[in-house]
């Protein structure tokens, strides 16, 4: 009985030994997956892609050849764009207007979305050679400009982490909010991204009160305070350093970290604490490409890569006469956070056309090098910086440069004198004042030249 005893224990403790190192080697598989042993020095990212619509700029995306593609939100158009109506018994526009320009879809119609947009052949091709991952924005959330009152954000986290093949057991399936965080490479050389989630928990635009929520914000600072990286790639849905809306009222408006000037500089301060080097955005949510800077938060130059969209664009819009008139716009709107140089095609260096965000890492250069580059659909450059990463340091770690070294990028877009803030609404103003005065002109000219003709005819 003891023999028996004891051969039963042994088998116990071989079985005990053989499930121990089973569990060992899936946790290494899956540690490798997000790990890999050579750094990654090539990422893509793009957002704003609706499903139906023409998507040649995949083949520009896979000849880049990433190691992992990040969606920044937007990724299908989930929710229904009505028609412009003015008139009628359901108004959409106008001082009159009863009804929303945007409505949810369904479950089912969300799902076939998703579907459509998975099985574009581009996509399904760069989807066999990198990674995917990703955060949403408002069309695929659910509803356009929708925050935390969206009723339906359950049920389409669990759309968008199907479409991202999310494993069924992975704690962003169970969390409050699609946000998400990944390391990669080896120690020296590694990528910490942190996807934010800029919607879940938003509070209405205009209330100055939370973006990301308590849970998330507790999340992102456990992060951004825990071992540092190389370099740390902050995702946002929606834009941070810029603020083009203090620029652009009445005539536009669109979402951006701005709208929270409590949230951003939370967000700015906690970076800064952290003493972390190596930070900088990516963003999406515009329609259009650009390279934003902000040199006074956390004592060195944080940038914010934009790229929107990959089917989206704000000269998709408008015919094709009126592209020039597009551009002279960008370039006339004021902006202080915008990098601007010779690396841009056009002078506001704006890109207003189908567009994907890189960024190459050369980590065998001295120093280590960073290009950022927003890429129109043929993989051509539109906008670019490149950075040594000795210059993205923390200034008490002695490589980076100390605040007000350089403040070429301090003025935030709402301390501007208002006759420079808010040109382009003077401009245009200015402009319709001058038709409506020709106008009236021709139509008092017409009328004067009538009258005389009556009056001649009259009198012969």
């Known amino acids: 009985m003891g023999m028996g005893s004891s051969s039963s224990t042994i088998e116990q403790w071989r079985c005990y030994v053989v499930v121990v190192v089973l569990i060992g080697m899936f946790a290494i598989t899956v540690t490798a997956s997000h790990t890999p042993t050579n750094p990654v020095s090539r990422i893509a990212f793009g957002s704003c892609r609706n499903q139906s619509a023409p998507q040649p700029i995949w083949n520009a995306v896979v000849d880049f050849h990433p190691q992992i593609f990040i969606w920044l939100g937007d ?23 009863n009804a929303p320009r945007f409505i949810p879809s369904s479950e089912e119609e969300m799902e076939a979305k ?35 009152e969206f009723h339906r954000k359950i049920i389409n986290q669990k759309l968008l982490l199907d479409f991202l093949d999310e494993p069924q057991d992975s704690p962003r399936r169970k969390q409050a909010g699609v946000y998400a965080s990944y390391k990669y490479g080896p120690a020296g050389r590694d990528v910490q991204i942190i996807l934010l989630d800029t919607r879940y928990h938003r509070d209405p635009v205009g209330s100055d009160g939370t ?19 190389a370099i740390t790639i902050i995702g946002s849905s929606i834009q941070v350093i810029s603020n083009l809306s203090a620029t652009v009222r009445p005539l536009f408006s669109m979402e951006s970290w701005a709208h929270f000037p409590k949230e951003r500089d939370r967000l700015f301060k906690l970076i800064a604490d952290s003493k972390r080097g190596g930070v900088f955005f990516i963003s999406g949510d515009v329609h259009f490409g650009e390279i934003t800077r902000y040199d006074c938060a956390v004592g060195y130059p944080l940038y ?147 009258r005389k003709g009556v009056c001649k005819r009259k009198h012969e």
Not at 75 to 97: H, Q, S, V
Not at 115 to 136: F, M
Not at 387 to 405: C, R, Y
Not at 422 to 432: E, P, S
């Open 75 to 97: 990724n299908i158009y989930g929710d229904i764009k009505r028609p412009f109506k003015l008139f009628g018994k359901e108004r959409t526009i106008g001082p009159w207007k």
């Open 114 to 148: 998703y579907r459509k947009a998975k099985s574009n052949p581009g996509y399904a091709q760069l989807k066999e050679n990198a990674e995917v991952i990703g955060t949403w924005d408002d069309h695929d959330y659910g509803l356009n400009d929708a925050g935390k």
């Open 211 to 229: 973006i990301l929520g308590n849970s998330q914000w507790s999340w992102l600072e456990r992060e951004l305070k825990g071992p540092a990286t």
């Open 304 to 450: 914010d890569v934009t790229s929107s969209g990959v089917t989206q664009s704000v000269e998709g819009v408008v015919p094709p006469f009126m592209h020039s008139l597009v551009r002279f716009v960008a370039w006339l709107t004021p902006s202080t956070m915008r990098v601007k140089g010779p690396n841009c095609k056009y002078k506001s260096c704006v890109y207003g056309q189908p567009n994907f965000g890189t960024i190459e890492i050369d980590w065998d250069s001295h120093p280590v090098t960073l290009k950022l580059k927003v890429r129109d659909k043929n993989g051509v450059a539109v906008t670019a910086i490149d950075t040594p990463l000795v210059e993205l340091q923390a200034p008490n770690s002695g490589d980076g440069i100390i605040a007000g070294d350089n403040r070429k990028h301090c003025t935030l877009e709402v301390s501007l004198p208002w006759i420079v803030r808010y040109r382009l609404a003077i401009v245009v103003f200015v402009t319709l004042a001058v038709l409506l005065v020709v106008f009236i002109g021709l139509v008092y000219t017409a009328i004067t030249a009538y």
